[in-house]
């Protein structure tokens, strides 16, 4: 069984068979995610043998069929929505692990955690936007450094407040 880490708490792989759950529970998976519609291999088995051999061996299991090559919003909401619900890490499989890996992608699950946050983005302007994004920032540090008298309450409505300009 090939696994590919995308995060922490999700890994992707081809089509699973209800003999590759014992390993996966093994390799500390906690919950398997089904991507792959049911009968769109001869040779696949259904979700509900594969959710019968997760809860066998003690994981939650989820079915989110999508079609190869038309996944749609839907689908990407579906994804987050059992992510959400289910403990980590999970392994997520379809026939490749490429449209579960694209999934993942949808919904929002690969962002990376060391990502750079930003308050404020202004895009194009030229002058006129670094004059603006100066200002903003002139602005911000000015009421940072007020906040540190006042107390920590005020920040999040001050920071709030700033993020709407």
Do not use: W
Not at 35 to 41: K, L, Q
């Amino acid at each position: 069984m090939a696994i590919k880490q995308l995060t922490p708490t999700l890994s992707v792989t081809a089509q699973l068979t209800p003999a590759d759950i014992a390993q996966a529970a093994a390799m500390g998976f906690r919950a398997i995610l089904c991507n792959r519609p049911d009968g769109e291999g001869a040779d696949q088995p259904t979700a509900e043998e594969m959710g019968a051999a997760a809860r066998s061996a003690g994981l939650d299991f989820a079915y989110v069929p999508a079609v190869a090559g038309a996944l749609t919003d839907a689908d990407a909401d579906a994804m987050r929505a059992a992510l959400d619900s289910l403990p980590g890490p999970v392994l997520a499989y379809c026939r490749s692990g490429a449209r579960a890996e694209k999934l993942a992608e949808m919904a929002g699950a690969l962002v990376r955690q060391d990502a750079a946050h930003y308050d404020v983005v202004i895009v194009g302007g030229g002058s006129a936007g670094i004059a603006t994004a100066a200002s903003i920032l002139e602005q911000f540090v000015i009421i940072r450094q007020h906040i540190r008298h006042v107390g920590s309450s005020f920040c999040i409505a001050v920071e709030l407040s700033l993020i709407h300009i």
